[in-house]
T-cell receptor
Framework: DVKVTQSSRYLVKRTGEKVFLECVQD?????MFWYRQDPGLGLRLIYF???????EKGDIPEGYSVSREKKERFSLILESASTNQTSMYLC?????????????FGPGTRLTVL | QKEVEQDPGPLSVPEGAIVSLNCTYS??????FMWYRQYSRKGPELLMY????GNKEDGRFTAQVDKSSKYISLFIRDSQPSDSATYLC?????????????FGAGTRLAVHP
């Protein structure tokens, strides 16, 4: 079974703090993703990575950065947290099929910025 | 206009009912159509996927894709309380070197005994 773990289930931070969200996968997948999930908006892609030290912006990268120093670990960084970044953050990894790659999600981190 | 629109919930049905969940989309480049199920306080998990138009059945679940109408559906037969979850449709197209997924907002389903 694919396992995707996220460092925290719940996190409360103050405006302006630097926040690190960690994600670790155990399936040796190349592709990893960070999404945020908000009511009425679904999942929106923040950043993804297709290899170590490689990253690509998703649809809503503003205010975020990422780091992928090792294949199994993909970190999301909020440089200066703001209240509008209060959300559920989901990490995912993707299997490499010939035609279809299934995405496997972690349990999510619910971040509250005060 | 969003690329993917999903019927808002919540849906509340009695056990044993047939449930119909739907999404519409605007991008004709979408090729894979997925349904994810998300239980409370968990991440989404893939339930079914379909390539292009047609039907796919897996036990009590049937996924339908009508590309001419840009409309997809998930049917759940003999619904059970354990089916209570949020159902997210998702669609993908190969763009910029990778398969980009676009998700619907999700429909919350409650099946009561």
């Amino acid at each position: 079974d694919v396992k995707v773990t996220q460092s925290s289930r719940y996190l409360v931070k103050r405006t302006g703090e630097k926040v690190f969200l960690e994600c670790v996968q155990d399936m040796d997948h190349e592709n990893m993703f960070w999404y945020r999930q908000d009511p009425g908006l679904g999942l929106r892609l923040i950043y993804f990575s297709y290899d170590v030290k490689m990253k690509e912006k998703g649809d809503i990268p503003e205010g975020y950065s990422v780091s992928r120093e090792k294949k199994e670990r993909f970190s999301l960084i909020l440089e200066s947290a703001s209240t509008n970044q209060t959300s559920m953050y989901l990490c995912a990894t993707e299997s490499e099929g010939l035609d279809f790659g299934e995405q496997f999600f972690g349990p999510g981190t619910r971040l509250t910025v005060l | 206009q969003k690329e993917v629109e999903q019927d808002p919930g919540p849906l509340s049905v009695p056990e044993g009912a047939i449930v119909s969940l739907n999404c519409t989309y605007s991008n004709s480049a979408f090729q894979y159509f997925m349904w994810y199920r998300q239980y409370s306080r968990k991440g989404p998990e893939l339930l079914m996927y379909t390539y292009s138009s047609g039907n796919k059945e897996d036990g009590r679940f049937t996924a339908q894709v009508d590309k001419s109408s840009k409309y997809i559906s998930l049917f759940i037969r003999d619904s059970q309380p354990s089916d209570s979850a949020t159902y997210l449709c998702a669609m993908s197209a190969f763009s910029g070197g990778y398969n980009k997924l676009i998700f619907g907002a999700g429909t919350r389903l409650a099946v009561h005994p």
